[in-house]
């Protein structure tokens, strides 16, 4: 089997699925076809693979390559060298994993001159044979021998023959990977706070003096315990247990000189075996699984943050409506724009309701003009410092419209990022002539009317939805997001006329250049009339086009399924399902009774299989539809504007703004999101929250805890109603510590207990809230 059959025969046992199928998928791949494009429209080569599948299968396939390609070069050395055997080499074609391979590949490794080749130099190595080969003799006795000028002792000669089999046990692939598995199974890691750092690190007062199984520790506590470590607060230790631990790793490595006599040297190499463990190899050990941690934890806080921000950008939109984005601000005054159904901005204003100029009248008049001269449908206002006092001021201004007015409807938005948008080289070429401060305003306001279209314009990592995003590997993160945006912009698609830049640069197929190109185009030229003028943009060529144009939206064109996510190279095969119906395309497109009596299989043809058949019906009978949900927006109630105002037992509505592994964060309009624990999330056991809630989500919960001085927020979504006496004593100290809404960083949860559930709960949150 050659290595092409290999990786795709691992690649389909891990995504169920068919080596001809991974086959196919990674030839479309390397052809330069993107995930989005593949998933939707090649079902027929992939047998229907999904994009999740195919993320799994394109990472997968760049790991396995790597490992081929470092493969050759290992085997390419060791030959330089000599040294390769036929056994050596069916050893290095097995290995399936990186440090698999590096285990094997020590011996041969470069490497600077060691205390075994010094002592191999003053021939010593017979010496070590002699004691393998003569258990029964001293090897002190046998040392005598070797002691001359460059060997002045009988310890030296035996010490440089322990270093020379020391240096073979931790280069021993086999032993290495046993002692691997061991320590994966049993080893603890253990945190304990250096000396004089109590003060200093008190915010990683739950890693003073910690312990738990290395295998158990969740992504959350072992990003807490690492940065901990990385600012000196905490040492971090991984081994086995102390003594019966340590005793079994010791034995692991006697194993592998056999020490099971009771000669002299069987007791001389089997102190040699625990002086190679505790002084050589229980080190490589405790590197290699911080290292296998680190991974590990940053994979899960990855998937936790690219989760959070799918929901985030998948949010029901509230649509092509007149808004006005209130920024609200105390000092500096509350920032307003309004911007038309299509996003463009037709006015701003700055108003000073608040300290110290308290120009309440006027800014009540101030937006009642804005609402009655721009026919205001949609108030968006940022959910940072002075949120509610805004939000007050709004309700009652409009509680002054004339009777019979539809009060536009008010809606607390996320401004997370917003800062980071208005100061961006983005918004400074979009808005020239805008002041920075009221670039936040119109963003505000347009993620309200549609989060997809601005969120792409603001750096993923901004939007502040992860745990401990700052210490992850910022490639891999970086990667991940990169992928989610793209998965979501294809998924709703992308309306070709009034897209900006930013957005179409993530349409399968094009990139910042190319979406440059079509807005210069379209400013240059009108509106596009149908997919094929894609055509025209200048560097936009047939293998582009075939990419992008299925996810690229024309409404009233000169072409009906440009409108649709059906492909362009598939027209043929809708309109002879439109000829079977007998039916105008404009007339039969949205109707579903006619639709349904069309039996797909009648239009499958060479090139076009059921999948792709079924999936143009789907689009026909509702087409350009989008897989976002319906609007909605939480309530707050009144008078609740502070954590002060908050009282245990109360029933609120909030609006889910960040899931961690630990439980959610919910938003109820007191400045603070409280946090919902995993534990509370609903009346049975929950091992993921995302199984529950999601970024995004209005949600109804009860307060269970309020703690004013450490603005902490105990929430729960149970219906049993929460808690019992005891559980609540257990909680009491445990409930959220909230963080500011807004600008403000992400929670970033650290739990020292082993149970995540229940009365795991108060240590964890205690750090769950500091910001990243």
Partial sequence: MDNAQRINQIIATEIAARPEQVKAAIALLDDGSTVPFIARYRKEATGGLDDVQLRKLADRMTYLRELDARRAAILESIKGQDKLTDALARSIAKADTKSELEDIYLPFRPKRRTKAMIAREKGLEPLLEGILADRAA???????????EAVPSVKEALDGARDIQVERLSENAQLLGELREFMQREALMTARVIKGQEETGAKFSDYFAHSELWSKVPSHRALAMLRASKEGVVALEIAPEPEAGQAR????????????????GDLWLRNVAGWAWRIRLSSTMMVDLLADLRSRAHQEAIDVFARNLKDLLLAAPAGPRATLGLDPGIRTGVKAAVVDATGRVVATDTLYPFQPMNDLHGAQAAIMRLITQHGVELIAIGNGTASRETERLVADTLAHLPKGTTAPTKVVVSEAGASVYSASELAAREFPDLDVSLRGAVSIARRLQDPLAELVKIEPKSIGVGQYQHDVDQHRLSKSL?????????????????????????????????????VAHRNANGAFQSRKQLLKVSRLGPVAFEQCAGFLRIRDGAEPLDASAVHPEAYGVARRIVKACGRDLRAIMGDETALRQVRPEDFVDEKFGLPTVQDILAELEKPGRDPRP????????????DIKDLKSGMVLEGTVT????????????VHQDGLVHVSQLADRFVKDPHEVVKAGDVVRVRVTEVDVPRKRIGLSMRKDGGASAKEDRAVRGASAKGRPSGRNKAASPQNPKNNDQGGALGSALREAMKRR
Avoid: W
């Avoid at 001293?138 to 001359?148: I, Q, R």
């Avoid at 319906?630 to 504007?641: M, R, S």
């Avoid at 960040?658 to 309009?669: K, R």
């Fill in 658 to 669: 960040n899931v961690a592994a630990f439980g959610a964060f919910v938003d109820v309009g």
């Fill in 138 to 148: 001293k090897p002190e006795d046998l040392a005598e021998t070797y002691v001359n």
């Fill in 630 to 641: 319906t609007f909605k927006t939480a309530v707050f109630a009144d008078g609740i504007e």
């Fill in 482 to 518: 990169e992928a989610v945006v793209e998965d979501a912009v294809n998924a709703v698609g992308v309306d070709l006329n009034t897209a900006s830049a930013p957005l179409l640069a993530h349409v399968s197929g094009l990139g910042p250049g190319l979406a440059e190109s079509i």
């Fill in 249 to 264: 790793a010791e034995g692991i490595v006697a194993k592998y000189i056999g020490t099971a006599g009771g000669g002299p």
